[in-house]
């Protein structure tokens, strides 16, 4: 059974960084494209960054070049997203997806830039 659970979203002043972990379990990060959308109150869900199978990084949002990265830890299952330099328009709900068949969602963790 394919499960994505988020962490790490929080509270973070503008300028301040987090680091957003999703743990996988019933397949392997590794196997499949990996990646991270988000959702502003009120917008779309947007596509953030992915991690190819291949371990390569790419990041989709124009907005977040240069600030945030994507990467995976294979032993611990675990993809994450390293977000610097935040700003208040980065606030949103992020989640971490794959597609095996049909696309898979994690619940979501929220980060809120405020100060």
């Known amino acids: 059974q394919v499960q994505l659970v988020e962490s790490g979203g929080g509270l973070v002043q503008p300028g301040g960084s987090l680091r957003l972990s999703c743990v996988a379990s019933?397949?392997?990060?590794?196997?499949?494209?990996m990646n991270w959308y988000r959702q502003a109150p009120g917008k779309e869900r947007e596509l953030v960054a992915t991690?190819?199978?291949?371990?390569?990084?790419?990041n989709h949002a124009e907005s977040v070049q240069g600030r945030f990265t994507i990467s995976r830890d294979i032993g611990k299952n675990t993809v994450y997203l390293q977000m610097n330099s935040l700003k208040r328009e980065d606030t949103a709900v992020y989640y971490c997806?794959?597609?095996?068949?049909?696309?898979?969602w994690g619940r979501g963790t929220q980060v809120t830039v405020s100060s």
């Open positions: 019933g397949f392997t990060v590794s196997t499949y494209h």
């Open positions: 997806n794959t597609f095996r068949g049909r696309n898979y």
């Open positions: 991690i190819n199978s291949f371990g390569v990084g790419i």
